[in-house]
């Protein structure tokens, strides 16, 4: 009887597991479909306990050992066209140049700082009062009229290019830099004649933002890598000077306000 008892039982465990065996073989083989999703892999994967194939880790490129340094993606244009990107690019870098000094506008990425700020709340003179009426203010007072800062700059730069080629023949920014220089020379005097906004206003605009975009914070385009800031042994944005407060002049390595996000 316990021999009959042990030999049933045996041959009903070799049958489940065979039949067990047969369902993984079957799930695993031909998937299984769960809310229209095929999963047979994934579960698969789960139930079979044999034969496990750890995954590849995918391949670097060639030449790229380790972490990649993130690219800039700041770089890009939100409010000017190709061609007025090179017209600024060329005429702050005349405005603030390269020398032994150090970088110039365009190795800062003013022209950057220029595009994001006429694409945001500045260029649409967001904070200014823009309502009528509007009288020709004394030149002191600014700016008085309708035109918003994104509407000056379209026309400032059109006119240039216009200038550009009715005086040299030759875009703006093809001209040599005594050519490019003689521009904005004339614009800064009001040698040339414009009837929709200032010419020498327009250069001043022009100016003061290639100096903001050369030493702002570099989260907003320009200054890139604090270069501006290093020029000038600016600290840049710090959280304290209490280590140096009582010394000499100490030169601080510049900090941005991106420095103080990665250090927490």
Do not use: C
């Not at 670097?60 to 017209?87: C, D, H, S, V, W």
């Not at 009528?132 to 290019?161: D, S």
Request: charged share 25%.
């Amino acid at each position: 009887m316990d021999k009959d008892k042990s030999g049933d039982n045996g041959g009903g465990t070799n049958e489940r597991e065979a039949d067990g065996q047969s369902r993984r073989r079957f799930l695993i083989n031909t998937g299984y479909a769960i809310g229209g999703v095929v999963v047979g892999g994934a579960l698969g994967s789960l139930l079979s306990t044999k034969g496990k194939v750890k995954a590849k880790e995918p391949k670097q490129p060639a030449g790229t050992a380790g972490a990649a340094e993130p690219k800039n993606y700041n770089r890009g244009l939100m409010f000017f066209t190709q061609e007025q990107y090179r017209i600024v690019e060329a005429a702050t870098e005349r405005i603030f140049p390269e020398d032994a000094t150090g970088p110039g506008a365009k190795s800062l990425g003013v022209a950057f700082f220029i595009d994001h700020q006429l694409a945001g709340e500045w260029g649409f003179n967001g904070r200014d009062y823009m309502s009528a009426p509007f009288f020709t203010g004394e030149k002191t007072q600014g700016y008085q009229g309708r035109l918003k800062r994104r509407e000056v700059f379209e026309i400032g730069l059109r006119e240039m290019e216009n200038y550009s080629l009715t005086k040299h023949q030759n875009s703006f920014a093809k001209l040599s830099g005594e050519q490019q220089d003689e521009v904005l020379k004339a614009f800064e005097s009001d040698e040339v004649q414009l009837t929709t906004i200032s010419a020498s206003g327009f250069f001043k605009t022009l100016r003061s933002s290639t100096l903001e975009g050369v030493y702002a914070d570099p989260l907003y385009g320009g200054n890139m890598d604090m270069k501006g800031w290093t020029m000038r042994n600016y600290p840049g944005n710090q959280m304290s000077y209490t280590a140096v407060i009582d010394k000499d002049f100490t030169v601080i390595e510049p900090s941005s306000l991106q420095d103080h996000l990665v250090g927490h």
